[in-house]
């Protein structure tokens, strides 16, 4: 029962990722990287929720700075922590709801993620986590703290400066729409399913927007059947194809939200970061990347295993995470995080290097 639970648990999360070394004079520009999304980019939000739904244990955090735990989905570093660093900023991103941390922390950068959300607030609620809709809250919470801390008229050019990334999407399918555990939509086409996706995306933008974001990076969806977790439950080892055009087309969906989104918001830089081509050819040419599995998760047999189930007592742990594409059944390795980090930088967020 407690093997079923876990294992139902572990439709959730997901993963993205990306960043780079930023010329100087760039990197001056943008004051702050500002993440909202789920498990590929929680800093440890969800520590401080009362959720399941958590990794503040080892190995989790076993090649991190002194092997800290921090409750990221990951051996090490998040991609955002990554894209942080390839701006001139801070090496990691300070969660929000972690207490050790002041709005002095959150002034060069803050994560407001928290694991297992989507853009569906039904999809939040499976695991007891934070709805985007919530994160967008605790920003503006954050916003009032910077208000007092440098005073209202800076904190407006800050807003506008800052670098907002946003990593959210898979949990929508595979923690809900694709489980037992999904709780709306439970009749619906895949289709209609989709359009009110789309429908909670524009408003959850609109609302960044309302509040003074400007510029902004999306990361689309990866390869989801290719996931550990997915080849192993659907796939018979071998990548889940259902879930992967899923992935292609949802993702081309959300390519036409962003175009229609920057022609109605004016002023707004909203820029699409496609995962899935850089993911795939990892998986494709794990040579070239330096992987010898891509196929399993580093933590226990790589099949199965996360959160509770990727835990020190499992014997089957790999040695050494950075040969490996996923650090668990679900979740990108940090060498991963950093090598997607590397290329979105160059060619997503190098867009926003003119002005
Ligand atoms: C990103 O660009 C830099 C500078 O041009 C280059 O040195 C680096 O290899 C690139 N990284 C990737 C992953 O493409």
């Given at each position: 029962?407690?093997?079923?639970?876990?294992?139902?648990?572990?439709?959730?999360?997901?993963?993205?990722?990306?960043?780079?070394?930023?010329?100087?004079?760039?990197?001056?520009?943008?004051?702050?990287?500002?993440?909202?999304?789920?498990?590929?980019?929680?800093?440890?939000?969800?520590?401080?929720?009362?959720?399941?739904?958590?990794?503040?244990f080892?190995?989790?955090?076993?090649?991190?700075?002194?092997?800290?735990?921090?409750?990221?989905?990951?051996?090490?570093?998040?991609?955002?922590?990554?894209?942080?660093?390839?701006?001139?900023?801070k090496?990691?991103?300070?969660?929000?709801?972690?207490?050790?941390?002041?709005?002095?922390?959150?002034?060069?950068?803050?994560?407001?993620?928290?694991?297992?959300?989507?853009?569906?607030?039904?999809?939040?609620?499976?695991?007891?986590?934070?709805?985007?809709?919530?994160?967008?809250?605790?920003?503006?919470?954050?916003?009032?703290?910077?208000?007092?801390?440098?005073?209202?008229?800076?904190?407006?050019?800050f807003?506008?400066?800052?670098?907002?990334?946003?990593?959210?999407?898979?949990?929508d399918?595979?923690?809900?729409?694709?489980?037992?555990?999904?709780?709306?939509?439970?009749?619906?086409?895949?289709?209609?399913?989709?359009v009110?996706?789309?429908?909670?995306?524009?408003?959850?933008?609109?609302?960044?927007?309302?509040?003074?974001?400007?510029?902004?990076?999306?990361?689309?969806?990866?390869?989801?059947?290719?996931?550990?977790?997915?080849?192993?439950?659907?796939?018979l080892?071998?990548?889940?194809?259902?879930?992967?055009?899923?992935?292609?087309?949802?993702?081309?969906?959300?390519?036409s939200?962003?175009?229609?989104?920057?022609?109605?918001?004016?002023?707004l830089?909203?820029?699409?970061?496609?995962?899935?081509?850089?993911?795939?050819?990892?998986?494709?040419?794990?040579?070239?990347?330096?992987?010898?599995?891509?196929?399993?998760?580093?933590?226990?047999?790589?099949?199965?295993?996360?959160?509770?189930?990727?835990?020190?007592?499992?014997?089957?742990?790999?040695?050494?995470?950075?040969?490996?594409?996923?650090?668990?059944?679900?979740?990108?390795?940090?060498?991963?995080?950093?090598?997607?980090?590397?290329?979105?930088?160059?060619?997503?967020f190098?867009?926003?290097?003119?002005?």
């Open positions: 029962m407690l093997g079923l639970r876990l294992l139902s648990s572990s439709f959730f999360l997901l993963g993205l990722i990306t960043t780079t070394t930023v010329e100087p004079t760039i990197a001056g520009k943008v004051p702050a990287i500002i993440v909202f999304g789920d498990s590929t980019v929680d800093a440890g939000n969800n520590n401080f929720l009362d959720t399941p739904l958590k990794c503040d080892s190995p989790y955090g076993r090649d991190f700075d002194g092997g800290k735990i921090t409750g990221r989905w990951s051996n090490g570093r998040v991609a955002t922590d990554f894209i942080s660093e390839g701006f001139g900023l090496k990691t991103l300070p969660a929000f709801r972690d207490p050790e941390y002041t709005i002095k922390d959150f002034a060069t950068g803050v994560d407001f993620a928290s694991a297992g959300t989507g853009f569906d607030p039904a999809t939040a609620h499976i695991m007891n986590v934070m709805p985007v809709q919530t994160e967008v809250d605790d920003y503006k919470k954050y916003i009032g703290e910077l208000k007092e801390y440098m005073g209202e008229k800076k904190t407006a050019e807003l506008k400066d800052a670098m907002y990334v946003i990593s959210v999407g898979t949990n399918f595979m923690e809900n729409y694709y489980t037992p555990l999904r709780t709306s939509a439970y009749s619906l086409p895949v289709e209609e399913y989709e009110q996706l789309l429908g909670d995306a524009e408003k959850f933008f609109t609302d960044l927007y309302n509040a003074g974001a400007r510029k902004i990076v999306l990361f689309g969806l990866t390869p989801l059947g290719c996931l550990p977790l997915v080849r192993a439950t659907w796939g080892g071998d990548c889940y194809d259902k879930y992967n055009e899923l992935a292609k087309i949802y993702n081309s969906k959300l390519e939200l962003v175009k229609k989104l920057n022609n109605n918001l004016k002023g830089r909203l820029v699409f970061s496609p995962l899935y081509g850089t993911v795939m050819d990892m998986i494709e040419h794990p040579g070239k990347y330096g992987f010898e599995n891509v196929d399993k998760g580093c933590c226990g047999t790589g099949m199965v295993e996360m959160s509770f189930m990727c835990n020190r007592l499992n014997p089957f742990t790999c040695s050494d995470a950075d040969k490996y594409l996923f650090w668990d059944s679900f979740h990108p390795a940090q060498r991963t995080a950093k090598l997607v980090s590397e290329i979105a930088l160059n060619t997503t190098v867009q926003f290097m003119n002005n």
